[in-house]
């Protein structure tokens, strides 16, 4: 390949590379007009296929909401359930290859080309990367599932680990502190090496192709080794669709459902009634400001935003860890971190276990979910690491986030849990999750337990409101990238159209009811990307070894 | 009259160009100005070049031909990389204007229609210091 591009005097990016040479020329299949005042360049047929499907998707859902509801509403857990070993080995497989990555010396390739200096500072990196693909998670698992495990009286403790209340809901003080080990060990696992794992792998496939190879950034790219030049056809078409069929609509359902829990929150806190209308508004603000993000672009919105909120969810930690006791929730984090490194074999372990309450009910639904989240948020990723060399982007991307998910889970989870064995008979959090279970106040009810409750919860709210929008305002940019053929100049217009449509979608399905099934939907997604995500290791693996290092 | 005439260029659309570039290259053998191509690239791979250094090049050589051809006189190349093209351009355009020291910039611009959404020449003639010519395409 090398050679055909000196023939070819294509010059290298930064330094060298392996270029990959293709008949294929970015945005040959484009198609480029006016509409009114609007110019548009989009790519044919992925743009309209995925426009219609989600309309499609949305009318079934609108049409026959008991049919998609119980269609979907089975399929889900049906794979789930199904397919735990598959998605808990190839999850472990995702974390095995980052790890060899970072020491093996296919680590030094730079992407972007030998000489390619990094666009981004660490802070503002570190900020794109948590407030795409994590910062709500954060915010609405942050205390419900370490919370959930230590008091789950349903029989899911992960790895069947023993109770800490009776069957009278008293407390059994010599099982509390091996539940609550479990309980952030098990949590931990959901939220450290394992999704970052899959973020990287499709982040690092993308970033490989399009800034050493040469091709457009598309989750298509990624296929050139496996499937030739026929990714350009057909296949790529069907890869590129599902990518935004699996974006639009796992935003808009997050959307639409965190409009729900928003909604919730704002009633507990404030008293703000809990109606369709002003759940409605919420979407239309958090559209409104995701769009003015997406106008003002990668670094004058998506980033400025980002900033601001990690900038909060930092206060809010730093507030919560010194509230509940610094010195005793630090020694938590040791802890959880203790925990996560004993436990994370047997939690990850596919088979010959006991436990499918937590196995399958929540480690293959967190799965799933992270896999079908995956082409967005690589594909983010992809766009801000250019500059990194695959070492650093592994390390950054996979270890330093799952120390900063451990810490959070630490601190959020060991608060709300010191609230549960402090005050069983009157504490919140027992109250919102296990008493009667209502995850969406979870949050809200730990911080109740710490002093200046009014004033945290506001922090809560907006960070869970700010948290939809940078994942809406990237999203937008990544399905209009995908869309315009892997063209990220493409006229504004049409991230105006995708930003706004997702809007849409939540609104629809929001008034018309079908959230919780389309996101049921998206999630069974993650079966068939999983395969795909197996297929990006042997790609990256293929790619790198041509790199000069 | 004028020392330096930068003319934005969009690689991927070069047919537009055609009046704005004769214009240029007028102006700038009229004056014995230097004309200053500027283009403004992404860092992804896009229709025009695989890199940005591949965009550079080819400014470049775009720089040399169409000046040759249409009798202009010294001119050179100028390659700005962004993380966003599409929203960025009107801003860094404007900068290119002051940074290169440019007196004149001469842009290819189309018919507006009533609800114009994004004009860059429109921009440009807004905010940049120096004189502005904006060459309609046909």
Redesign the interface.
């Known amino acids: 390949m090398t050679d055909e591009n000196e023939n070819q005097g294509?010059?290298?990016?930064?330094g060298a590379t392996d270029?990959i040479e293709t008949d294929f020329?970015?945005?040959?299949d484009?198609i480029e007009g006016r509409v009114?005042?609007?110019?548009f360049d989009i790519h044919n047929p992925v743009f309209m296929i995925s426009g219609l499907s989600v309309i499609a998707f949305v009318a079934y859902a609108l049409i026959a909401p008991t049919q998609a509801g119980d269609f979907f509403g089975w399929l889900r857990p049906a794979l789930t359930s199904t397919f735990d070993w598959f998605f808990l080995s190839a999850a472990n497989i995702f974390v095995i290859f980052c790890l060899v990555l970072i020491v093996l010396p296919l680590g030094k390739v730079r992407l972007?080309?030998a000489d390619a200096t990094p666009?981004y500072s660490y802070l503002g990196w570190f900020a794109m990367l948590f407030a795409a693909g994590m910062g709500i998670g954060l915010m609405f698992f942050g205390v419900l599932e370490p919370a959930y495990y230590f008091g789950t009286p349903w029989g899911d403790e992960p790895l069947g680990a023993i109770r800490p209340f009776d069957e009278d809901g008293n407390l059994i003080a010599a099982n509390v502190q091996e539940a609550r080990r479990m309980a952030l060990a098990a949590t931990s696992y959901h939220w450290a090496l394992h999704p970052w794992a899959i973020y990287a792998v499709v982040a690092l496939a993308l970033a490989l192709f399009?800034?050493n190879k040469?091709?457009?950034?598309s989750i298509r790219s990624a296929f050139f080794p496996i499937l030739g030049e026929r990714v350009w056809g057909w296949w790529g078409h069907v890869i590129d669709t599902v990518a935004v069929f699996a974006t639009l609509f796992g935003l808009a359902t997050s959307l639409g459902l965190g409009a729900q829990q928003a909604n919730a929150g704002l009633e507990y806190v404030y008293g703000i009634p809990n109606t369709i209308n002003a759940q409605v508004i919420l979407i239309i603000g958090i559209t409104a400001v995701a769009l003015v993000s997406v106008?003002?672009?990668?670094?004058?919105g998506v980033k400025v935003l980002s900033e601001i909120n990690m900038g909060l969810a930092v206060l809010l930690l730093i507030f919560v860890l010194f509230a509940a006791g610094a010195g005793v929730i630090l020694t938590e984090f040791g802890r959880g971190l203790l925990a996560y490194a004993q436990e994370v074999i047997p939690l990850s372990n596919p088979v010959g276990r006991e436990d499918d309450g937590y196995r399958q009910g929540w480690t293959a639904f967190y799965w799933a979910w992270w896999i079908s989240w995956s082409p967005f948020v690589g594909m983010f990723i992809a766009?801000v690491s250019?500059g990194r060399t695959v070492r650093e982007f592994i390390t950054c991307v996979l270890i330093i986030p799952s120390l900063v998910c451990i810490l959070w889970m630490a601190v959020f989870g060991g608060a709300a849990i010191n609230d549960m064995v402090a005050n069983t008979d009157d504490s919140a959090v027992m109250a919102n999750v296990i008493t009667s279970y209502s995850p969406e106040l979870s949050l809200f009810a730990m911080l109740e337990s710490l002093p200046l409750a009014s004033i945290t919860s506001t922090i809560g709210i907006v960070l869970v409101i700010v948290f939809f929008v940078t994942s809406s305002d990237s999203g937008s940019l990544v399905i209009d990238t995908i869309t315009a053929g892997?063209?990220?100049?493409?006229?504004?217009?049409q991230?105006v159209f995708w930003c706004t449509f997702e809007g849409l979608v939540a609104i629809a399905l929001l008034v018309g009811g079908g959230l919780s099934s389309l996101q049921a939907m998206v999630i069974s997604t993650g079966l068939p990307f999983t395969i795909v995500l197996l297929l990006m290791c042997w790609a990256i693996f293929q790619g790198l070894r041509s790199e000069p290092r | 009259m004028f020392k330096r005439i930068m003319i934005p260029v969009d690689l991927a659309h070069e047919g537009n160009l055609e009046r704005a570039l004769q214009v240029a290259c007028d102006l700038s053998s009229h004056y014995g100005a230097e004309l200053v191509y500027v283009g403004v690239t992404g860092e992804t791979p896009s229709s025009v070049a695989h890199t940005p250094a591949e965009f550079a090049a080819k400014l470049e050589t775009f720089a040399k031909e169409e000046t040759k051809a249409r009798g202009g006189g010294s001119a050179r190349a100028h390659t700005i990389t962004a993380h966003d093209p599409a929203v960025e351009i009107d801003k860094l355009l404007e900068k290119a204007a002051t940074d290169l020291g440019a007196d004149l910039v001469v842009m290819g611009s189309h018919i507006p229609s009533r609800f114009d959404f994004s004009s860059h020449g429109g921009h440009v003639a807004n905010h940049a210091t120096c004189s502005v010519m904006l060459v309609r395409d046909q």
Request: aromatic residues 4%.
């Open positions: 294509i010059p290298e990016p930064e270029l020329d970015i945005g040959q484009n009114g005042p609007f110019g972007g080309g666009d399009s800034y040469g091709l457009p950034l106008l003002r672009g990668l670094d004058g766009r250019r892997g063209k990220i100049d493409a006229p504004v217009p991230r």
